[in-house]
């Protein structure tokens, strides 16, 4: 049995989804007795939404802040060698410049999101203009994972979708945390989309 909130696979006498905990008997008797439509079973219904990772943006404020400190002590050094007094106050916001290229990096990263639903894969971005793809899941071949060196230690990589509706239909879902679970659950939602 599926899981309709994360699409994990449970035994058929399950109660509870091992992977995120929903209680299937309180759905179960929410259900009318006899099954509705085709078109209601079909209903549109997300199974998740995930953004890039914010690791590297992590790493990005903490080599900022340390950038931060090293300039401050340097303003502070040639201030001492040379005899001109440097303002506290501009020694400060010189120091919080490296913070810009993060801060920027993160605003990018929470423009981008990825959304699986029951019948397609939506792709939005964009910070000024917004940039919106769908993609049915009938149109998906094949779903497959890839991650560098560094993508690997921290647990993240780029989820890699071929997509027959396009020519060099590859779609990737960059840098997002645990991209091996996400790839199971899409090829859980392919399975079930194909057997309705």
């Known amino acids: 049995m599926l899981c309709s909130k994360c699409g994990g ?8 989804c091992q992977r995120c905990g929903v209680d299937f008997r309180s759905a179960t008797e929410n259900q009318p007795a006899n099954r509705g439509s085709l078109s209601e079973e079909r209903a549109e219904r997300d199974i998740y939404f995930v953004r890039p990772t914010v690791l590297f943006i992590q790493l990005g404020y903490v080599a900022a802040v340390i950038s931060g400190f090293i300039i401050v002590a340097l ?4 201030g001492v060698a040379t005899g001109i007094q440097i303002s506290g106050w501009l020694a400060v916001l010189v120091g919080l410049l490296p913070l810009i ?4 990096y993160h605003v990018r ?7 699986l639903t029951n019948s397609k894969i939506e ?9 919106f793809r769908s993609i049915p899941l009938r149109t998906i071949q094949d779903v497959g994972v890839s991650a560098g060196i560094l993508q690997r230690l921290l647990g993240v990589g780029d989820l890699i979708i071929d997509n027959a509706s396009e020519i060099g239909g590859k779609v990737v879902l960059q840098n997002i945390n645990s991209p091996k679970h996400h790839a199971d659950i899409l090829l859980n939602q392919l399975r079930e989309f194909d057997r309705h």
């Open 9 to 16: 696979q449970n035994s058929v006498e399950a109660n509870f």
């Open 75 to 78: 303003l502070y050094q040639v």
């Open 101 to 104: 290229a993060p801060a920027i």
């Open 109 to 115: 990263r929470n423009s981008i999101g990825y959304r």
């Open 123 to 131: 792709i939005s971005a964009g910070i000024v203009s917004q940039h």
